[in-house]
DNA sequence: GCTCTCCTCCTACTCGGGTAGGAGGCGGCG
DNA sequence: CGCCGCCTCCTACCCGAGTAGGAGGAGAGC
């Protein structure tokens, strides 16, 4: 009995490296892929998987609305949210939604794997670091945070990072990419606060452990 | 048809990842491996396998004598030098002993695979970095280097290694492992000295590369 | 036409990372 | 015993990284 799984996330790469993931793993098979919200729903209703793996910014629905649709048609349905990284009211309204668990992105892989196993047995779960804000949010009331925007990243800024994740400077990725290294600054730090990033040892990081840039060459000899 | 290898370097950590990388080819087996340079010799006599990583830096015997060794034996066997990072004279003093290849641990994976294919088929191959250091050292003729020792790490710069694969800071580094952080930047100079490598991000892309602390948890929750 | 996003580049600033060099304590080993 | 490697910590310094904020050009879409 494997575990079956969806994938809806609008970035194919994304996608790519889930799939690359989760096909480690003997008890789980990705039975289908969604691009958008909207074939997340239609492929949710055909597929029945097991566990949708859930991307919240999709284009045409998003994560959100897809996830109520999908549990408006059945609600035995089991959504595990997974997002870019930041969040804040996202996991409030998504699990308002009735989703079942939420996982970072920037989460180890095992632990994706658990979560996903969790919330195909039947129980729900929070990823740690979810958990810590949301004890936070109850603890505070306050939490005066601005309508952040969980934005993606641009080509030119998807550029950027591959480099940084071969660890090349500044300097040497405005020779790669023929422009100046404040410009490269500029992108770098739109990266970060886009992925909630602290520095680019982080993003390096988190490259690695999602295997956003499977198969590129890490180093050039 | 399978190319037959021997995997011998003296950490553990380092033989699981090589076995693992290897495992995921179809073309690739590993026959036998050897912890330090006479299980080396020893091994390569009774399995005869196509190719031999071999590790420079092992107790009992080096990787250069262990070559020497090997072929006296056997002058048809192949062996590829896979060493930790930086090298200098080894280098020479390898091909000297008629090692078919050399291969940085820091190269991508893909290239030691190739270079696995190249050598098995009978010729031989310089990883690009090490062809590039060739070509500069005979170009120049001077090269004043000190004999600077090709070290391993100790526990203590490991520990900070593995803190730093993870994207701390050095001042959290520093929390926990209980050190200050001058202490910790004194750990890292030295590891970053000893890899050849100019900075935290590059030991990050190599940690990753390498699978240098696969299994370990990647961040905490 | 206007607007908006993206890409480009700039100055000026702060700060963490890395280097250099020294120093003391400790344990193992010849 | 003395030497050496490792770990610890320090000061002082330099530089790359990242932030803040602004600006102009190109292209897409309304």
Same sequence: chains 1, 2.
Avoid: C, W
Avoid at 82 to 104: H, I, K, P, Q
């Amino acid at each position: 009995m494997t575990i079956r799984v969806l994938v809806a996330d609008d970035q194919a790469m994304v996608r790519a490296g889930f799939r690359m993931l989760l096909s480690r793993e003997e008890d789980v098979e990705v039975v289908a892929e969604a691009s958008n919200g909207l074939e997340a729903v239609d492929k949710a209703a055909r597929f029945q998987p097991d566990v949708a793996l859930m991307d919240i910014r999709m284009p045409e629905l998003d994560g959100l609305e897809a996830t109520r649709r999908i549990l408006a048609a059945d609600e035995t349905a089991r959504i595990l949210i997974l997002t870019t990284f930041d969040l804040d009211e996202y996991v409030y309204e998504a699990l308002r939604a009735g989703a079942s668990g939420f996982v970072l992105k920037d989460d180890p892989p095992e632990q994706l794997l658990g979560a996903i196993r969790v919330v195909a047995g039947g129980d729900a779960l929070l990823s740690p670091a979810i958990t810590k804000r949301v004890i936070k949010r109850f603890a505070r009331v306050p939490q005066p945070s601005p309508p952040k925007e969980l934005e993606e990243l641009t080509e030119r800024e998807l550029d950027v990072f591959r480099l940084i994740s071969r660890g090349l400077s500044n300097a040497e990725i405005g020779q790669e990419l023929y422009i100046t290294d404040t410009t490269v600054k500029t992108h770098i730090t739109h990266i970060l606060q886009k992925l909630n990033l602290r520095d680019r040892v982080q993003a390096v990081v988190l490259a690695y452990e999602t295997g956003l840039f499977d198969g590129e060459p890490s180093r050039r000899g």
